[in-house]
């Protein structure tokens, strides 16, 4: 075999094939950092129409992030797959916030991080 065809073998990252459960880590890593940047955000504002707001986006994340977690924690796969099923179905929930957090974060820039968060784990639950 020539060094080329070994070098076409090898995986590179992007290649690595994860199991569903480690997929949905990647989702609850994004929605850890949407939280993030909506802790920093809510210390960044003093209007507590806004904090009570932003309190309320992060609660929702929470719920959800708390879901993810449920998830990945079952053994069972029939169990497993009602899960990541239910989880889809409330992927609308999330494009919701998405858009609430657009009006509620003042800074363009950290609406836009939060929200390309939440549509990372979209995406990821989506191809669950």
Not at 81 to 90: M, R
Request: hydrophobic share 45%; no cysteine.
């Amino acid at each position: 075999m020539s060094n080329g065809a070994q070098s076409n073998t090898k995986n590179t990252p992007s290649q690595v094939l994860l199991t569903p459960k480690q997929t949905l880590l990647t989702a609850v890593m994004a929605i850890r950092s949407a939280e993030q940047l909506l802790v920093q955000a809510s210390r960044a504002t003093s209007d507590p129409a806004t904090l009570t707001k932003i309190s309320i986006e992060y609660n929702q994340l929470d719920s959800f992030l708390s879901q993810l977690l449920r998830a990945q924690a079952i053994s069972d796969d029939a169990e497993f797959s009602n899960a990541t099923a239910a989880l889809k179905n409330q992927a609308s929930m999330l494009d919701a916030d998405e858009q609430d957090i657009k009006k509620i974060i003042d800074n363009v820039a950290t609406a836009a991080k939060i929200v390309g968060y939440i549509a990372e784990a979209m995406t990821i639950i989506a191809k669950l």
